[in-house]
Nanobody, 120 residues
Framework: QVQLVESGGGLVQPGGTLRLSCAAS????????MGWYRQAPGNQRDMVAT???????KYADSVKGRFTISRNDAENTVSLQMNYLKPEDTAVYYC??????????????WGQGTQVNVSS
């Protein structure tokens, strides 16, 4: 089984910064794409940013130029640097990983979510 644990959420003023981190643990062969998604109350869960094992990144239009996703394969972590935060960035942020489990093929795992509040 694979566990994803997020950290780094909190309350920040508009224009501020936060850095989210997610660590994968358990028994697996490799991790393919990792990403961050978010869900605001009453909304669906949307992609924020993803990064492949080769380092290719993709961002939602709303965060381009403000957020940066990165990964450390030696530590099985993915991070999201969030700059120039806006109130509309307020949401629960979820870590996501596509994992080669060896025994069950590729599976998608989610973290428990971390709350980000942007407010003055």
């Amino acid at each position: 089984q694979v566990q994803l644990v997020e950290s780094g959420g909190g309350l920040v003023q508009p224009g501020g910064t936060l850095r989210l981190s997610c660590a994968a643990s358990g028994t697996f062969f490799s991790i393919n794409t990792m990403g961050w998604y978010r869900q605001a109350p009453g909304n669906q869960r949307d992609m924020v940013a993803t990064i492949t094992s080769g380092g290719d990144t993709k961002y939602a239009d709303s965060v381009k130029g403000r957020f940066t996703i990165s990964r450390n394969d030696a530590e099985n972590t993915v991070s999201l640097q969030m700059n120039y935060l806006k109130p509309e960035d307020t949401a629960v942020y979820y870590c996501n990983s596509h994992v080669d489990t060896l025994t069950q093929g590729f599976r998608v795992f989610w973290g428990q979510g971390t709350q980000v509040n942007v407010s003055s």
